[in-house]
């Protein structure tokens, strides 16, 4: 994930629905973040996951990274490099725009075709807003569509709301889907071993 409270928005309500396996959750930026660090590592116990930060710069200006210092970002927060699922930012991001959701994205995909990550299955979120004219939902062209169940949902919510701490006017807040959306990447380079 590019940001702590991703893992929630995009795919909380899927984790939830897996107690029994082993999560692992990292985020790139606000390592250094008082308040979201904290969080972040507050929601990793509610979903029963492993996870670390990384520091990458999230400034307002949003300027381009370099694709190496993402890439030995990400696996330098990872304790192995073999995953059955990986789940990770769409090309595009799931708004208009946020250039460090569509980095993370593209740097996870280039790390496992060049084969320093491992993984069985590569699940891309598939939200779009329309240029910003509504706020994020499935694509219509996804491969997965979840539809949460209320108390999941509520769970979810919950994590944004109470431990995040985003207002119920936030974007956060109304953007909680309650449909998560994936494309699926078939990968013909990525290990399966």
């Not at 999230?58 to 699922?85: C, M, N, Y």
């Not at 946020?98 to 491992?118: P, S």
């Amino acid at each position: 994930m590019a940001h702590p409270d991703d893992e929630t928005l995009w795919s909380g309500g899927t984790i939830l629905l897996h107690p029994e396996s082993s999560w692992t959750i990292v985020t790139l930026c606000r390592k250094s973040d008082p308040d979201r660090a904290p969080k972040f590592f507050h929601a990793l116990e509610e979903y029963g996951a492993a996870g670390a930060m990384g520091d990458l710069d999230d400034g307002p200006e949003q300027a381009p990274l370099d694709s190496r210092e993402v890439q030995d970002t990400i696996v330098g927060l990872l304790a192995s490099h073999k995953f059955d699922l990986v789940m990770t930012h769409g090309p595009l991001g799931e708004y208009t725009r946020h250039r460090r959701h569509e980095e993370t994205g593209r740097e996870v995909l280039a790390l496992i075709e060049n084969e320093m990550l491992a993984a069985g299955q590569v699940w891309r979120f598939a939200y779009e807003d329309g240029d910003r004219k509504y706020l994020p939902r499935p694509a219509e062209n996804a491969d997965l569509n979840i539809k949460l169940p209320d108390k999941i949902w509520q769970k979810k919510y919950d994590i944004i709301t109470k431990i995040y701490g985003f207002g119920t006017d936030s974007f956060e807040a109304k953007t909680t889907p309650r449909i998560e959306a994936f494309s699926i990447c078939n990968l013909s380079v990525s290990k399966r071993e």
